[in-house]
């Protein structure tokens, strides 16, 4: 199993910043994709940012310029860094994860985990 553990979401005005930390730990062999997510009332979940094991970075066209992702890979963390804050912004963020783990028997197994969420919100 690999769990994610979700830090740094709060409450904050628009123009702020927030930066969240997402810690993976577990039965990691290799983390390939990690990645954060975010969920508001009555939307669909939408990917944020992601980031591969190779150093590629991606954002949704409206964090660009605000938003970075970054990644410690010797602590199997990754960060969200968030500036300029909108009220758009608010929802729960979710840190997602993708890789190999040793699984039973001690075979790698693929896998995917999510954070429990993080709740982010932007006043005006």
């Known amino acids: 199993q690999v769990q994610l553990e979700e830090s740094g979401g709060g409450l904050v005005q628009a123009g702020g910043s927030l930066t969240l930390s997402c810690a993976a730990s577990?039965?990691?062999?290799?983390?390939?994709?990690m990645g954060w997510y975010r969920q508001a009332p009555g939307k669909q979940r939408e990917l944020v940012a992601s980031s591969s094991s190779g150093g590629n970075t991606n954002y949704i066209d409206s964090v660009k310029g605000r938003f970075t992702i970054s990644r410690d890979i010797a602590k199997n963390t990754v960060y969200l860094q968030m500036n300029n804050l909108k009220p758009e912004d608010t929802a729960v963020y979710y840190c997602?994860?993708?890789?190999?783990?040793?699984?039973?028997?001690?075979?790698?197994?693929?896998?995917?985990?999510w954070g429990q969420g993080t709740q982010v919100t932007v006043s005006s």
């Open positions: 577990g039965s990691i062999f290799r983390l390939k994709t």
């Open positions: 997602n994860a993708a890789g190999l783990m040793v699984g039973l028997e001690l075979k790698l197994e693929s896998f995917t985990s």
